[in-house]
């Protein structure tokens, strides 16, 4: 089991930078992810991280401006977001998995609750 506690989320004008962290109970997850949920929309990939030096993908809406780190030492996921574009509103979530794979959204086991992270035009 798999707690995840994600945190950093708040109002920040378009353009502006946040750093969301995702802090996990145990070390035992591999792959990671960061999702988000836009109101009235359906939760969406964001950024997933397959394994511990597996490969990255970024969501091309936020490719170029995101970036998701680990600090493995703190069992914490960092999503590093910039130049940040009112279409970035939503819930963010953290989600993990003990395998070394991602299979889709609905494949991820664990998720947290959820930060919210608003950007004002």
């Known amino acids: 089991q798999v707690q995840l506690v994600e945190s950093g989320g708040g109002l920040v004008q378009a353009g502006g930078s946040l750093r969301l962290s995702c802090a996990a109970s145990t070390s035992t997850f591999s792959t990671v992810g960061w999702f988000r949920q836009a109101p009235g929309k359906e939760r969406e990939f964001v950024v997933i991280s397959r394994g511990s030096g597996g490969s990255t993908t970024y969501a091309d809406s936020v490719k170029g401006r995101f970036t998701i780190s680990r600090d493995n030492a703190k069992n914490t996921v960092y999503l590093r977001m910039t130049s940040l574009k009112p279409e970035d509103t939503a819930v963010y979530y953290c989600?993990?998995?003990?395998?070394?794979?991602?299979?889709?959204?609905?494949?991820?086991?664990?998720w947290g609750k959820g930060t919210l992270v608003t950007v004002s035009s």
């Open positions: 989600a993990a998995d003990t395998r070394n794979y991602y299979t889709g959204i609905n494949g991820m086991p664990y």
